[in-house]
């Protein structure tokens, strides 16, 4: 997993609430056995409607994906993340998200933001004025920070998750940062436990 610090870019509005998993990414994605391509299957059925915000020009390029409540409720599939972040998502701002969904996000490089629905709001309305709007989500100081809407959140994020992201580490790294503990165990552990 990759170092996340701060990310910066323009936000796409997802003005939807209780997107669940099979929503994101549709079943028929999960039997590809290599974990790349699923950005093609990222909200596919959504956008064979042409109205879709995935299908306005003006969002091309966004990297913050700014959604409603109760985002990513439905099955555990890590493949819902894969998808956002092979759609150049870095992170997902939602005044909630599914507790398994948020667990898949941290445990993939996916920054789960949670704002209050009113400042999703606002952000929704600065993007829509103008697709190009920056929006910085700041890993170090959870901040979410839109200057041309008068937003500096802060969000909550609990002190390893946080360190999970700033220092890129999934489980195996937090495993591996343990590598010198576990060594000295295994070389005192009874021959018979092995």
Sequence with gaps: MKA??????SG???????????QIIPAEWLKRVERTGFEKGLFSTWKDDRNFVM???RYAGASV????PAFGVGSSREHAVWAIQQGGFDAVIAPSFSDIFRNNCTKNGLV?????EPIVEKIWQA????PKTPITVDMERLLVEV?????TESFPMDTPTQERFLHGLDDIGITMSHVDDITTYEAKRPAWLA
């Design 65 to 68: 994906l700014v959604a409603g």
């Design 112 to 116: 789960p933001v949670v704002l209050a």
């Design 12 to 22: 796409m509005p997802l003005r939807r609430s209780d997107v669940d998993t099979d």
């Design 55 to 57: 299908n306005d020009e």
């Design 127 to 130: 993007i829509e004025a103008d």
């Design 147 to 151: 200057p041309a809407a008068g937003i």
């Design 4 to 9: 996340v610090r701060v990310v910066t870019g």
